[in-house]
């Protein structure tokens, strides 16, 4: 063994656990990298000690915290999910709370519009109670909605905190949270219950107060409506929150209600309502309700059409008769209104207004009478009023009235008087008339005479003349006579010469008599004439004298007579 | 703001309702209506700059037949024994009274007042007793709720030593 060796073996005897360490100690300085080992025992404090110092850290960190939050949601998104919900659960609750009250706004609209029977009657209540038409619907279609809810100290019945839903009446807080508490405490004293025995809930009208315990607070809610029994869960999950997030501020309650101005939100989640929306009356029925109405509506249309056009040309009518001025038409509700100026020779009106085709009852008129200009009225109105024979014929030119054929000389004086008088007439013009005088057509009657031959009663050709004159000169008698009032007697006289027998001779003359009567038209004649045919006297003054000729005759007798009913019957 | 429950205590009759309308609304009525249960108001007061809401609750007045339940008494910051100095009988009263009170709330700053001074020539209650009674310790006003005497005295002092007694909030320190 050499003495290097030994040295050696005694080196490392004595010196090897520093060697170690030796060699660590070059090791590390040879090789200055950093030990992971090392930095984690330094990271959290390094960090806090560079985070105090400026925001570089955070600025460096950010783009990998942010990239590593998006890979991870890309790869489960469920965590984050579960982690968010409980923030997030009461945001979009209170969302929907805020858009359920939005719907009262809504439902006014809806209903501004729909014509339901319903919604009718509850504007009528509206109407009738003086309340808004959305509080009426609300009350109506409300299920329930938790109006107020207090948050209360348990020993004091002090008010924590209130919140109210949009609307609601909000009372004295403070006092109702006394008297809640002071309501809890009589009711449990008076029923001698536990301490842990609770009124939980208690009525007051349209509202029911729901009371949930916590431990140092309780919850009361003012529900109008019936609400579900889950609600009550609802308050106790924002009780327990409560208690959770405020137990130092309920523990020591001295008064001060600020800190619980952080329970806003969770007493807002508690402000549920819920609403039954408004039926809509059935596409169907409203269908065949608008159907119904067209039909109904175009019904009337037509019938309206129709009548309107029958009025127009009722009008039209109106206007263009004779006699006739319209000077108010119009239609009223119940049909139409007519006024205007008659003439009463004019045509009857009502008779026109069923001929137009038009309900006489839904028309109402009133006619002022008047003396129309119209030629043809005129006319008609001189013929009535001058009493015109019929052998005169009126005709009117302008305002002159012209008298033709014949008439009495009686009759065209009286005419000449009066004509002027007659309205529409200022001139009366009668050169055509020939004017005979009763004398004179007596006279003239009289003066005939028709003669036979021996044994005959057969009217000659040569007599024809004689006859027309006296049957002229008779009917213008009976007219002349019909204006005056008076009659006449006309006897037709038959006689025969003193040949033949005595009763041959009475039956020839009274068979030329009636051959006479015959050929006169007796019985055609006018009102005026009584007619008699009969045999002459042998008295008679134009027989009894001369040639046998002479007295083979029919001659006439006029005589006038005061019109008496009683000659009428003398008529053939 | 702060808010404190304070109770109204006595017998029957003696005008507790009376001083907390008096106090309240500044009214005041002959008519008697005795209250049944409780009745709350609430009223603010300023001590020190700082406005205290005080909770009155109006309990029925106590008699032979009527004992105040502690649970009304509960969360009391302070409380007020009314007398009627017109009946010496209300003195007891609310001796009982704030022995229930001593037991429920423990000592919590409270206040007595002898009612009706607007009759003193007709009052039971003599100077001596009224002597005995400030050697106990209590603070012994007098006040008519009639004539609104001493009322508004009454709840500002008990508010006073309430907001007094109380630990100064944190907020101050
Ligand atoms: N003269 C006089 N009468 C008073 C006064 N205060 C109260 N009263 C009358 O005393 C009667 C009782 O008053 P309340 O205030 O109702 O008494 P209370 O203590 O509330 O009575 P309970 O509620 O029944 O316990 C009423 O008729 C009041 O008018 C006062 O200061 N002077
Ligand atoms: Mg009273």
Same mark, same amino acid.
């Given at each position: 063994?050499?003495?290097?060796?030994?040295? *050696?073996? #005694?080196?490392?005897?004595?010196?090897?656990?520093?060697?170690?360490? @030796?060699?660590?100690?070059?090791?590390?300085?040879? +090789?200055r990298?950093?030990?992971?080992?090392?930095v984690?025992r330094?990271?959290?404090e390094?960090?806090?000690?560079?985070?105090?110092?400026?925001?570089?850290?955070?600025?460096? @960190?950010?783009?990998?915290?942010?990239?590593?939050?998006?890979?991870?949601?890309?790869?489960?998104?469920?965590?984050?999910?579960?982690?968010?919900a409980p923030?997030?659960?009461?945001?979009?609750?209170?969302?929907?709370?805020?858009?359920? &009250?939005?719907?009262?706004?809504?439902? +006014?609209?809806?209903?501004?519009?729909?014509?339901?029977?319903?919604?009718?009657?509850?504007?009528?209540?509206?109407?009738?109670t003086?309340?808004?038409?959305a509080?009426?619907?609300?009350?109506?279609?409300?299920?329930?909605?938790?109006?107020q809810?207090?948050?209360? $100290?348990?020993?004091t019945?002090?008010?924590?905190?209130?919140?109210?839903?949009?609307?609601a009446?909000?009372?004295? &807080?403070?006092?109702?949270?006394?008297?809640?508490?002071?309501?809890?405490?009589?009711?449990?004293?008076?029923?001698?219950?536990s301490?842990?025995?609770?009124?939980?809930?208690?009525?007051?009208?349209?509202?029911?107060?729901?009371?949930?315990?916590?431990?140092?607070?309780?919850?009361?809610?003012?529900?109008?409506g019936t609400?579900?029994?889950?609600?009550r869960?609802?308050?106790?999950?924002?009780?327990?929150?409560? $208690?959770?997030?405020?137990?130092?501020?309920?523990?020591?309650?001295?008064g001060?209600?600020?800190?619980?101005?952080?329970? &806003?939100?969770?007493?807002? +989640?508690?402000?549920?309502? $819920?609403?039954?929306?408004?039926?809509?009356?059935?596409?169907?029925?409203?269908?065949?309700?608008?159907?119904?109405?067209?039909? #109904?509506l175009s019904?009337?249309?037509?019938?309206?059409?129709?009548?309107?056009?029958r009025?127009s040309?009722?009008?039209?009518e109106?206007?263009?008769?004779?006699?006739?001025v319209?000077?108010?038409a119009?239609?009223? #509700?119940t049909?139409?209104?007519?006024?205007?100026?008659?003439d009463p020779?004019?045509?009857?009106?009502?008779?026109?207004?069923?001929?137009a085709?038009?309900?006489?009852?839904?028309?109402?008129?009133?006619?002022?009478?008047?003396?129309s200009?119209d030629?043809?009225?005129?006319?008609?109105?001189?013929?009535?009023?001058?009493?015109?024979? !019929?052998?005169v014929?009126?005709?009117?030119?302008?305002?002159t009235?012209?008298?033709?054929?014949?008439?009495?000389?009686?009759?065209?004086?009286? *005419?000449?008087?009066?004509?002027?008088?007659?309205p529409g007439?200022?001139?009366?013009?009668?050169?055509?008339?020939?004017?005979?005088?009763?004398?004179?057509?007596?006279e003239?009657?009289?003066?005939?005479?028709?003669?036979?031959?021996?044994?005959?009663?057969?009217?000659?050709?040569?007599?024809?003349?004689?006859?027309?004159?006296?049957?002229?000169?008779?009917?213008?008698?009976?007219?002349?006579?019909? &204006?005056?009032?008076?009659?006449?007697?006309?006897?037709?006289?038959?006689?025969?010469?003193? !040949?033949?027998?005595?009763?041959?001779?009475?039956?020839?003359?009274?068979?030329?008599?009636?051959v006479?009567?015959v050929?006169?038209?007796?019985?055609?004649?006018?009102?005026?004439?009584?007619?008699?045919?009969?045999?002459?006297?042998?008295?008679?003054?134009?027989?009894?004298?001369?040639?046998?000729?002479?007295?083979?005759i029919?001659?006439?007798?006029?005589?006038?007579?005061v019109?008496?009913?009683? +000659?009428?019957?003398?008529?053939? | 703001?702060?808010?404190?429950?304070?109770?109204?205590?006595?017998g029957?009759?003696?005008?507790?309702?009376?001083?907390?309308?008096?106090?309240?609304?500044?009214?005041?009525?002959?008519?008697y209506?005795?209250t049944?249960?409780?009745t709350?108001?609430?009223?603010?007061?300023?001590?020190?700059?700082?406005?205290v809401?005080?909770?009155?609750?109006?309990?029925?007045?106590?008699d032979?037949?009527q004992?105040?339940?502690?649970?009304?008494?509960?969360?009391?910051?302070?409380?007020?024994?009314?007398?009627?100095?017109?009946?010496? /009988?209300?003195l007891?009263? /609310?001796?009982?009274?704030?022995?229930?009170?001593?037991?429920?709330?423990?000592?919590?700053?409270?206040?007595s007042?002898?009612?009706?001074?607007?009759?003193?020539s007709e009052?039971?209650?003599?100077?001596?007793?009224?002597?005995?009674?400030?050697?106990?310790g209590?603070?012994?006003l007098?006040?008519? /709720?009639?004539?609104?005497?001493?009322?508004?005295?009454?709840?500002?002092?008990?508010?006073?030593?309430?907001?007094?007694? /109380?630990?100064?909030?944190?907020?101050?320190?």
């Amino acid at each position: 063994m050499s003495v290097d060796e030994d040295w *050696t073996q #005694l080196r490392t005897l004595l010196l090897s656990p520093e060697q170690t360490q @030796l060699d660590e100690l070059r090791d590390r300085l040879d +090789n200055r990298a950093v030990q992971p080992r090392d930095v984690s025992r330094v990271l959290p404090e390094a960090f806090a000690v560079r985070g105090e110092r400026d925001p570089q850290l955070a600025t460096v @960190l950010t783009p990998y915290v942010e990239n590593g939050f998006v890979a991870t949601i890309r790869k489960s998104p469920r965590a984050i999910v579960d982690a968010i919900a409980p923030i997030m659960g009461p945001a979009i609750r209170q969302a929907i709370a805020r858009a359920l &009250q939005g719907m009262t706004q809504s439902f +006014n609209h809806s209903l501004d519009e729909s014509l339901s029977v319903r919604g009718l009657r509850w504007r009528l209540e509206a109407w009738r109670t003086g309340r808004p038409f959305a509080e009426v619907v609300l009350l109506h279609t409300l299920r329930y909605r938790v109006e107020q809810v207090f948050l209360i $100290h348990r020993e004091t019945g002090l008010l924590l905190h209130h919140v109210g839903a949009e609307g609601a009446v909000v009372q004295d &807080q403070q006092v109702l949270s006394g008297m809640l508490t002071a309501i809890q405490s009589y009711v449990r004293d008076s029923f001698g219950a536990s301490p842990d025995q609770t009124l939980d809930h208690f009525r007051v009208g349209e509202w029911t107060v729901w009371i949930e315990q916590g431990s140092h607070a309780y919850l009361a809610g003012v529900v109008r409506g019936t609400p579900p029994e889950t609600l009550r869960e609802d308050f106790q999950a924002a009780l327990d929150d409560i $208690h959770a997030q405020q137990p130092d501020a309920l523990t020591h309650f001295d008064g001060d209600a600020a800190p619980f101005k952080a329970t &806003q939100t969770c007493l807002e +989640n508690c402000l549920h309502a $819920h609403y039954e929306p408004p039926p809509r009356p059935s596409a169907l029925k409203l269908w065949i309700l608008g159907g119904a109405m067209i039909l #109904l509506l175009s019904w009337w249309g037509v019938m309206a059409y129709q009548t309107h056009a029958r009025w127009s040309n009722l009008l039209v009518e109106l206007g263009t008769e004779p006699g006739m001025v319209v000077t108010v038409a119009k239609s009223t #509700l119940t049909g139409y209104h007519l006024e205007g100026l008659r003439d009463p020779l004019a045509k009857d009106p009502s008779a026109m207004v069923v001929e137009a085709g038009l309900e006489p009852s839904s028309i109402k008129a009133v006619w002022s009478p008047y003396y129309s200009l119209d030629p043809q009225l005129v006319e008609t109105r001189a013929h009535s009023m001058l009493h015109a024979p !019929t052998t005169v014929k009126l005709s009117v030119e302008g305002d002159t009235l012209v008298a033709t054929g014949s008439a009495s000389t009686e009759w065209a004086r009286e *005419t000449r008087r009066l004509a002027s008088l007659v309205p529409g007439i200022s001139i009366y013009r009668d050169e055509g008339l020939v004017t005979t005088s009763i004398p004179d057509l007596l006279e003239r009657i009289n003066r005939t005479v028709v003669r036979f031959r021996s044994g005959s009663s057969i009217v000659e050709p040569s007599e024809r003349a004689a006859l027309g004159a006296g049957s002229m000169a008779l009917r213008e008698l009976d007219q002349a006579v019909s &204006q005056s009032g008076q009659r006449v007697r006309l006897e037709v006289l038959g006689s025969t010469d003193d !040949t033949g027998s005595v009763t041959r001779n009475i039956q020839l003359s009274k068979e030329r008599a009636h051959v006479v009567l015959v050929a006169l038209g007796g019985d055609q004649l006018g009102e005026a004439t009584t007619v008699i045919a009969g045999l002459a006297q042998s008295t008679d003054q134009r027989g009894s004298t001369g040639e046998a000729r002479d007295r083979r005759i029919v001659t006439l007798r006029a005589t006038l007579t005061v019109a008496n009913r009683g +000659n009428e019957a003398a008529r053939p | 703001m702060m808010q404190k429950k304070v109770c109204m205590l006595g017998g029957f009759a003696v005008g507790k309702t009376s001083l907390v309308r008096r106090f309240v609304s500044n009214v005041f009525s002959d008519h008697y209506h005795t209250t049944i249960g409780v009745t709350v108001e609430k009223k603010s007061v300023t001590v020190d700059d700082r406005d205290v809401m005080l909770v009155l609750w109006d309990l029925y007045g106590e008699d032979e037949f009527q004992r105040v339940r502690d649970s009304y008494l509960r969360g009391s910051s302070g409380y007020i024994l009314v007398m009627d100095g017109t009946r010496r /009988a209300t003195l007891d009263a /609310a001796f009982a009274l704030q022995q229930t009170a001593l037991q429920t709330v423990g000592t919590v700053p409270f206040i007595s007042i002898i009612n009706k001074a607007d009759v003193r020539s007709e009052w039971e209650i003599d100077e001596r007793t009224i002597e005995q009674l400030r050697e106990r310790g209590w603070t012994v006003l007098f006040g008519s /709720a009639k004539l609104g005497q001493g009322v508004e005295e009454l709840f500002v002092t008990l508010a006073t030593q309430i907001v007094h007694a /109380a630990p100064i909030p944190r907020d101050c320190l």
